[in-house]
């Protein structure tokens, strides 16, 4: 039994066909071309597992020796991360202020606002750290003004798209009740606003928690500074040593933010 | 009293919203403005206290022209007008007292109120107007545990908070229920009558328009075409006052002029 075919459809169109096979081989190209250029030693590439072993073999057991040390400038960590969050905090509400549509005082503020946002995150912590160091020396400022110029970005961005986000509603309201704008803010926009603000700086914590254990690279102060040390003389059991204490204090500083989170909103 | 004369409001390029309005206001009297969605009443409302700046026209609250003040003076001259919102437009995360204080804020210091260290005049008079209203046991609840005719009451005292001239309620009771509408009506009533406060309200509903004001006003794109005691209100006039589009509303005028 032959059944006439009276309708016909296929997804794409032969030119759209065409086409699609175009980009393939046009993506397909240029991946072939970057691996290429990007000069990489296949034998050192083929030999990596057996020196993963093997440098895990040197790393076990981690060595306890200079745990005092260890646990010292973990501590000289956690504070060049909440020094520098809290300054941050501080530093970031005229920011977030001004780079937000509904606050703004006018279009030049707004510009200014989002240019500071814009140069302080487009720069990693590190390359912050390394101009600090050259400016401050090395050691813990250097840290702390580091992490504090990357986080004033961050925490101004999201605070200012939090002060966009507020109900205008209880705005008007006390507008029409003849309050200044500075009041208007403190009872129409602060209290909308704050579970944003701890919600981000938490946040924000935890994440300068992470960013200040690789600081150290660099001489910008914090345990980097230790971790780094025992990989140039190859002890590699403290390496190991100092990448599990690393690991503790970033769980821990997960618990601790989680558990602040829970008990603030 | 409150005079408007040749009052004009046209968003950008648009036909006006409201064309050429006069109204007086005066004495405790409780006035409804009607009229279908779009007729201006809220827009109307709203060039009062200039949360809408008016295109020409002018306002006059007990002697000061509201449409030629600046920026400070326009504050101070908001404090006088007290106004409720349909969807009552209180601070959830703030408590009730907080919410009925800020009606104050036009008063009191930067300090006073960053410190929530409100007048101890202003405190009696809040627990004053909340035992009037049957809200005083929710001082310390935050406003959003409240149901929605007791956050309409909050709403209430804090307009009154001002010790305002006149009260503009906008569609207060849309939000709400039949009963706690009635209910929030006739405490406007009552409160117009208490504090010899004249009331004015943009409503919907036309048989509680009837049931509680004095006078009502029919708007109907832009214009007043009925101003009367409630009991003058009959179905012919209540017509003319749904009927039409915006668009047929410019044909006609077109047609007269």
């Not at chain 1, 590699?236 to 204090?249: D, F, K």
């Not at chain 2, 204080?101 to 960053?114: D, E, F, K, V």
């Not at chain 2, 929030?184 to 309200?201: K, Q």
Request: contains cysteine; proline residues 4%; glycine residues 8%.
């Amino acid at each position: 039994m032959t059944q006439t075919l009276t309708h016909e459809w296929a997804r794409f169109t032969p030119a759209q066909r065409m086409k699609r096979y175009g980009a393939l081989l046009a993506v397909t190209l240029v991946v072939v071309w970057a691996l290429g250029s990007i000069d990489v030693i296949w034998e050192w590439v083929w030999d990596a597992p057996i020196q993963l072993v093997n440098l895990f073999a040197r790393m076990v057991p981690p060595d306890p020796t200079n745990l005092p040390s260890i646990l010292e400038a973990t501590w000289q960590t956690i504070n060049i991360a909440t020094i520098a969050t809290m300054i941050a905090v501080v530093l970031s509400l005229p920011v977030a202020y001004i780079s937000a549509q509904n606050t703004t005082p006018n279009v030049v503020c707004l510009w200014i606002g989002r240019f500071i946002l814009v140069s302080s995150r487009s720069v990693n912590t590190i390359i912050w750290a390394l101009l600090f160091v050259a400016i401050f020396g090395p050691g813990i400022i250097a840290g702390i003004i580091a992490i504090m110029f990357r986080s004033i970005g961050f925490l101004g961005k999201l605070l200012g798209e939090a002060i966009e986000e507020i109900d205008p509603a209880p705005v008007e309201a006390l507008e029409a009740c003849g309050a200044s704008r500075f009041k208007v803010v403190l009872y129409g926009i602060v209290p909308q606003v704050m579970p944003a603000f701890f919600a981000i700086s938490i946040l924000r914590w935890d994440i300068n928690l992470r960013e200040s254990t690789v600081l150290g690279l660099v001489g910008a102060g914090g345990i980097g500074i230790i971790l780094q040390g025992a990989i140039d003389t190859f002890q590699w059991q403290e390496v190991s040593m100092v990448l599990l204490t690393i690991l503790a204090l970033v769980i821990a500083g997960e618990v601790i933010s989680s558990a602040l989170r829970k008990k603030l909103l | 009293m409150l005079e408007i004369k040749n009052l004009v409001k046209r968003y950008g390029k648009g036909a006006p919203v409201l064309k050429d309005l006069n109204l007086s206001v005066q004495g405790e009297q409780l006035m409804s403005i009607i009229g279908s969605s779009g007729a201006g009443k809220s827009t109307l409302l709203r060039c009062v206290n200039r949360l809408v700046e008016p295109t020409s026209g002018s306002i006059t609250l007990n002697g000061t022209d509201f449409t030629t003040l600046g920026a400070k003076d326009l504050r101070k001259a908001r404090r006088r007008v007290g106004m409720v919102f349909q969807s009552f437009n209180l601070v959830d995360r703030l408590s009730v007292m907080e919410n009925v204080q800020s009606g104050r804020l036009g008063y009191i210091s930067t300090w006073a109120a960053l410190t929530r260290r409100y007048p101890a005049e202003d405190i009696e008079r809040a627990f004053e107007l909340m035992e009037r209203v049957g809200i005083a046991q929710y001082a310390d609840k935050r406003a959003d545990e409240l149901s929605g005719g007791e956050r309409q009451r909050v709403g209430v005292v804090r307009a009154l908070m001002q010790r305002p001239e006149i009260l503009l309620a906008d569609e207060p009771t849309a939000s709400l229920d039949p009963k706690t509408s009635e209910q929030i009506m006739s405490l406007l009533r009552d409160l117009a009558r208490e504090l010899n406060l004249p009331v004015i309200i943009n409503i919907h509903n036309v048989t509680e328009a009837k049931e509680y004001s004095d006078r009502i006003v029919g708007m109907r794109y832009g214009r007043i075409i009925f101003d009367d005691k409630p009991a003058a209100l009959d179905a012919t006039q209540m017509d003319e006052i749904y009927a039409g589009t915006p668009s047929e509303d410019r044909q006609e005028m077109g047609a007269v002029a």
